[in-house]
């Protein structure tokens, strides 16, 4: 079955850069119309649509946010990792990483998420 | 800020039928670009509950059903539940958002 875990920092310190790590099984990066994507969700708020990357290494990013993203993957690894610079408290949320099937755009199997706190 | 609209709140009693709506534009839903729907309970990662705007992924209650028709969509829940109660966003693609996809502002089921 699919699985995806986020692993990372909790806790970051304003202007420092947040890397997160998606850690996945189940499926294969490396397979036609398959794709991972990040989103986050500050507490008490909406979810957020970040980044996604395709197995063809076709990558999407949040225009309000693309300055500050990166998203990378590692195939042999099974693992999805998104970096985002000058972090702010505003920055403050659950991220979840999710797996995309098909070439669409639905998230169909979802991390567990992890919450990050920017604060000095 | 979202460019898909949904109604922060809405409610049932037990049993009834609830409607959630999802009203973007000609760049997303407009355009013909799927919509999707989730469901968030309490304090749980979100779970796809409709993919291209009206099917089901398995183990999914027929009691939710999704369309759509122009600029919006709708999720529909039917002999609502106490189990129903919980965040609900829609998420489409967006031409211009440089390929990107957007979530909605979200609706909150409450079940009375």
């Known amino acids: 079955q699919i699985t995806l875990k986020e692993s990372g920092p909790t806790l970051v310190k304003p202007t420092q850069t947040l890397t997160l790590t998606c850690t996945f099984s189940?499926?294969?990066?490396?397979?036609?119309?398959?794709?991972v994507g990040w989103i986050r969700q500050p507490p008490g708020k909406a979810l957020e649509w970040l980044a996604l990357?395709?197995?063809?290494?076709?990558?999407r990013y949040s225009p309000s946010l693309k300055s500050r993203l990166t998203i990378t993957k590692d195939t042999s690894k099974n693992q999805v990792v998104l970096t985002m610079t000058n972090m702010d408290p505003v920055d403050t949320a659950t991220y979840y990483c999710?797996?995309?099937?098909?070439?669409?755009?639905?998230?169909?199997?979802w991390g567990q998420g992890t919450l990050v706190t920017v604060s000095s | 800020q979202s460019v898909l609209t949904q109604p922060p709140s809405v409610s049932g009693a037990p049993g009834q039928r609830v409607t959630i709506s999802c009203t973007g534009s000609?760049?997303?839903?407009?355009?013909?670009?799927?919509v999707h729907w989730y469901q968030q309970l309490p304090g749980t990662a979100p779970k796809l509950l409709i993919y291209?705007?009206?099917n089901r992924p398995s183990g999914v209650p027929d009691r939710f059903s999704g369309s759509k028709s122009g600029t919006s969509a709708s999720l529909a829940i039917t002999g609502l539940q106490a189990e129903d109660e919980a965040d609900y966003y829609c998420?489409?693609?967006?031409?211009?958002?440089?390929?990107?996809?957007?979530f909605g502002t979200g609706t909150k089921v409450t079940v009375l």
């Open positions: 999710a797996h995309s099937g098909s070439g669409g755009s639905c998230l169909d199997y």
């Open positions: 189940g499926f294969s990066l490396s397979t036609s119309g398959v794709g």
């Open positions: 990357i395709y197995w063809d290494d076709d990558k």
């Open positions: 000609s760049s997303n839903i407009g355009a013909g670009y799927d």
């Open positions: 291209g705007n009206s």
């Open positions: 998420q489409s693609y967006d031409s211009s958002l440089s390929g990107s996809n957007v």
